[in-house]
């Protein structure tokens, strides 16, 4: 499948990765491809350079947000929650209409240090928000829960039945992506309802910064015993 | 130990009942002990009547929430979310203080149906609410991730490995309130920090709230898989 990553972050970095090693077309799509292949310093959490790292992801195109979008047959939304909404703007409304939208991003507020606050939560979400913004693309709500790493290797916990979830106003989407995580690994996949029960999942993170914290490691996850 | 359960409802009830169960000299407290035991008709929630649970239980005190707390040395918060902090003013700040309060309950408004909202998150949450006002006692907020039945008996879901949390100011008390989970059947409790770690878990109260409607069950729980 044909599939753009908005974001070259360590999360649009793993997820492009991940992708294009499941033998996915994969572009990343960045504000200004011209500024993002040039630069040459780390950057605030300590990641390689972007060049850096397309030196080992050849295959990977690199192209602007809206290019990405509009060449894709699926759009994942891997910009920060606070970039989410005006690089969606970007990319363009025309170039994501009728298509499944991936959201992956959390609406977390770093400004205070660790852990995040939230920025929208209890009575809207960040997935909510991209779905009014943009009624003609299926917008569904996943892999929020979850380190980068594991998002497309689930199976990087030794204990790997553990579970992600999906939230969407679209069944046919919902499914398609559902197959999608089932192709990366992983077999518990709960689907929580709607757009609105991406609250849940976002607002889930305010647990799993505390984890973070408690546990020393964002390599964890949780798994729903029932 | 002597243990005073603030609250009638079905989380009071289950607690206590697990806890005398347990081997533990239980008090309940009510606002008013001569209303609660004149109850003659099930309460919103289908529960069966007070009366009608007592006769089970002969042996579970029924006090006011000032006697219960003076004669307690460990108290549990099984009231509403809404009436919480009312409550506990009724118990008095003096039959509260020195002591171990765990406090189980969750902020959740359902005045506008299911799934609830929470009153205060993100930058407060009820567990800091109650240490705030009672700096005397010490406030474990913990086993509000999970429906009552569960609480007093994890070993209740076949995949019994599921995960418990701690959160609080006063290390002894965490030690405390630990070593009673334990006792009750609880192996994995991870103690997530100071009393602002309750912001976590009582957040993941909106996840647990769509995850009870689309598993159409109260009976489930999480892992923390690492």
Known sequence: ??????GTG???RTLAAGLATAGHEVTVGTRDVAVTLSRTAADPMGNPTFTDWRRQHHDIAVESLGEAAAGAQLVV???SG????????AAGEKNLAGKVLIDVANPLDFSRGMPP???VSNTDSLGEQIQRRFPGTRVVKTLNTITAGLMVDPAGLAAAGHTVFVSGDDATAK???AALLESLGWSDIIDLGDITTARGTE????LWARLMGALGTPAFSIKVVR
Do not use: D, P, R, W
């Open 1 to 6: 499948m044909k599939i753009a990553i908005l």
């Open 10 to 12: 360590a999360v649009g």
């Open 77 to 79: 939304n891997a910009l």
């Open 82 to 89: 606070a970039g989410a909404l005006s690089g969606l703007e």
């Open 117 to 119: 606050f939230l920025t």
């Open 175 to 177: 499914a398609q992506v």
């Open 203 to 206: 607002m889930y993170v305010a």
